[in-house]
Structures are given as structure tokens and as C-alpha cells.
Nanobody, 122 residues
Framework: EVQLQASGGGLVQAGGSLRLSCAAS????????IGWFRRAPGKEREGVSC???????YYADSVGGRFTISRDYTENTVDLQMNSLNPADTAVYYC????????????????WGQGTLVTVSS
């Protein structure tokens, strides 16, 4: 079955850290770029970070320097390490996969995970 499974969300205090993981199955993982998106309450979905099939990484300005994306080609996973979290990071986080390079365009992604909720308390 082709799917992405996001996990690792939870409740954390401001300044804390969380590590999200996206597990891929049913497709050739190395051929796909993986992106993390988030949707905060009352706001539009926004791109957070993405990693190409060969490991190039990209970050939104709002998370650069705090978040780190990485991928494990053996385990077929993409992790998002989130440090120095603040309440503005509260959102449902989704991972998605595409074969292209339009990393920030959500509609370019062919496959989406179910989302994991991150709540940062002040």
C-alpha cells in the first residue's frame, strides 16, 4: 500500500523540542522529495521544510535555524527535528511526497500523510 505515516506530535512548552517522523511505504522512496507542511487553526496551509531525493534541504524563513529535516534511506523515513518551539508553531503537521521539485507548492505533492498535531503552550 502506498502511504505516508506521520507521527511524533504532542504538547510541549514554549522553548521545547519535538521530533516528527514520516514513514513512507509502497513507493520508491529515493525518487521522491518529501515536504512538511502545517496548518494552524484559522490559517492556510504553509510549507515548513522539504528535502529532495538526493538530500538537499529547504526551510521556510519562519523555521530556519530552529528546524532540521533529514531522511533515512534505509528506513524510508523523513524526520523533522523542531527546536525552540513557540506558540506560533502550533498546527497540524503533514508530510507529503512528490517526484518533482516544486517544493513549496502543495498541489504538486501526490501523496499526503494523515497529519500529526503539535501544540506549543506559552
Amino acid at each position: 500500500e502506498v502511504q505516508l505515516q506521520a507521527s511524533g506530535g504532542g504538547l510541549v512548552q514554549a522553548g521545547g523540542s519535538l521530533r516528527l517522523s514520516c514513514a513512507a511505504s509502497g513507493f520508491t522512496f529515493d525518487d521522491y522529495s518529501i515536504g512538511w507542511f502545517r496548518r494552524a487553526p484559522g490559517k492556510e496551509r504553509e510549507g515548513v521544510s522539504c528535502i529532495s531525493g538526493i538530500g538537499d534541504t529547504y526551510y521556510a524563513d519562519s523555521v530556519g535555524g530552529r528546524f532540521t529535516i533529514s531522511r533515512d534511506y534505509t528506513e524510508n523515513t523523513v524526520d523533522l527535528q523542531m527546536n525552540s518551539l513557540n506558540p506560533a508553531d502550533t498546527a497540524v503537521y503533514y508530510c507529503a511526497a512528490q517526484r518533482g521539485t516544486d517544493y513549496w507548492e502543495g498541489f504538486r505533492y501526490d501523496l499526503w500523510g494523515q497529519g500529526t498535531l503539535v501544540t506549543v503552550s506559552s
